[in-house]
T-cell receptor
Framework: AQSVTQPDIHITVSEGASLELRCNYS??????LFWYVQSPGQGLQLLLK??????LVQGIKGFEAEFKRSQSSFNLRKPSVHWSDAAEYFC?????????????FGPGTSLSVIP | SAVISQKPSRDICQRGTSLTIQCQVD?????MFWYRQQPGQSLTLIAT?????????ESGFVIDKFPISRPNLTFSTLTVSNMSPEDSSIYLC?????????FGSGTRLTVV
């Protein structure tokens, strides 16, 4: 079964600074990988996803993530953070080729942005 | 990507009662999933719902407590039965095919 960890429970950055949120997964083959964002009181929004191909994935809102098989990682990055990026970020992993193709979520990283 | 409508968006229920949550997808999807998000926590998968067969439940979740229906490829319901305050959470459905899943907006349930 797949699993995912997010080592950072909470991160604080200044507006305009760069951001990197870490995600590590465990799965025997190449998984599906996702980053979701959840703003306070809001639903989940898909930022980007990786299925195969180019390991650098571009998403919405200026986010990108890089799949590194050797490190079992899928870190999320943004070159310049905006105050509106303050939210909870979830990394998730799916297991292609399994019977139910379910998606498991990491514990989340809470991002605070200092004006 | 599919668009999922989920209702109710929130409810306050008495302990011992049941609540049924509905999810309608605007296109046919192979898989639908139900998650629970307890306050301040991540999403925990409750079960996977495949059309025409019984749902598959994750460890710690049972059909008697969380019965699920999946009558067709665009609709699913989750019932939270015999509720207690510990069931107070956000419940979300998700659907899609081939790993490209979208989420409903969630049902915020408070049990008093």
């Amino acid at each position: 079964a797949q699993s995912v960890t997010q080592p950072d429970i909470h991160i604080t950055v200044s507006e305009g600074a760069s951001l990197e949120l870490r995600c590590n997964y465990s799965y025997g083959a190449t998984p599906y990988l996702f980053w979701y964002v959840q703003s306070p009181g809001q639903g989940l929004q898909l930022l980007l996803k990786y299925f195969s191909g180019d390991t650098l994935v571009q998403g919405i809102k200026g986010f990108e993530a890089e799949f590194k098989r050797s490190q079992s990682s899928f870190n999320l990055r943004k070159p310049s953070v905006h105050w509106s990026d303050a939210a909870e970020y979830f990394c998730a992993v799916g297991a292609p080729g399994t019977s139910y193709d379910k998606v498991i979520f990491g514990p989340g990283t809470s991002l605070s942005v200092i004006p | 990507s599919a668009v999922i409508s989920q209702k109710p968006s929130r409810d306050i229920c008495q302990r011992g009662t049941s609540l049924t949550i509905q999810c309608q997808v605007d296109s046919q999807v192979t898989m639908m999933f139900w998650y629970r998000q307890q306050p301040g926590q991540s999403l925990t998968l409750i079960a996977t719902a495949n059309q025409g067969s019984e749902a598959t439940y994750e460890s710690g979740f049972v059909i008697d407590k969380f019965p699920i229906s999946r009558p067709n490829l665009t609709f699913s319901t989750l019932t939270v039965s015999n509720m207690s305050p510990e069931d107070s959470s956000i419940y979300l459905c998700s659907g899609g095919t081939g790993g490209g899943y979208t989420f409903g907006s969630g049902t915020r349930l408070t049990v008093v």
